[in-house]
């Protein structure tokens, strides 16, 4: 599909739309490549997830253990989105409460986290968050947790992707 656009004078015709999405786009994909993986976070202390991950879909991306790192040349601006779903291994634990963070080079980026009470049960809760992140060479990002009590969690998925957008905003 071409696309056009005009700069109030001109026509200008743009490339493939396709190629552009699949070539073009600092980009990346991260994943947990063990399900259902069980951790015991320490209580009231953030910490990065401990988990095995698996990349794909890198253009100006690198990544392992959850981190996905900027190879790029350019500072960028991305969109992180980040999603966990998880429960704890007891209906002992009551008034449970996790947050979920993004970092960037082990620093909390305060638009990316999320708070939530996770219920009294062994059903699983999804909890997810956002953020526009500058990003210059070697910069990375990763998922971080904290939790109110010491319980086992099970994390039953873990997706973390990074889309560019062109000069850092």
């Known amino acids: 599909m071409r696309m056009e656009y005009t700069d109030g ?3 200008v015709s743009l490339p493939n739309t396709q ?9 990346g994909i991260l994943w947990q490549s063990v399900l259902g993986a069980f951790f015991t976070p320490t209580a009231n202390i953030v910490q ?8 794909g879909f890198l253009y100006d991306f690198a990544g392992s253990n959850n981190r996905l790192t900027y ?5 960028i601006s991305v969109l992180v989105n980040l999603q966990i779903s998880l429960n704890f291994e007891t209906t002992s634990v009551t008034n449970l409460k996790t947050s979920l963070f993004i970092y960037k080079n082990n620093t909390v980026i ?3 986290n999320t708070i939530i009470n996770l219920p009294q049960s062994l059903s ?3 909890i997810s968050t956002q953020a526009f992140v500058p990003m210059s060479t070697n910069d990375y990002v990763e998922a971080w947790i904290s939790i109110n009590k010491t319980a086992q969690l099970k994390l039953s998925s873990f997706t ?3 889309l560019g957008f062109g000069t850092s905003l």
């Open 124 to 126: 699983e809760t999804q």
């Open 110 to 112: 305060p638009a990316g």
């Open 71 to 75: 190879t790029g040349i350019p500072t």
């Open 9 to 11: 004078v001109n026509w």
């Open 19 to 27: 190629d552009i999405i699949y070539s073009d786009v600092p980009r």
């Open 48 to 55: 990065k997830i401990p988990l095995p991950t698996e990349v």
């Open 160 to 162: 973390m992707t990074v």
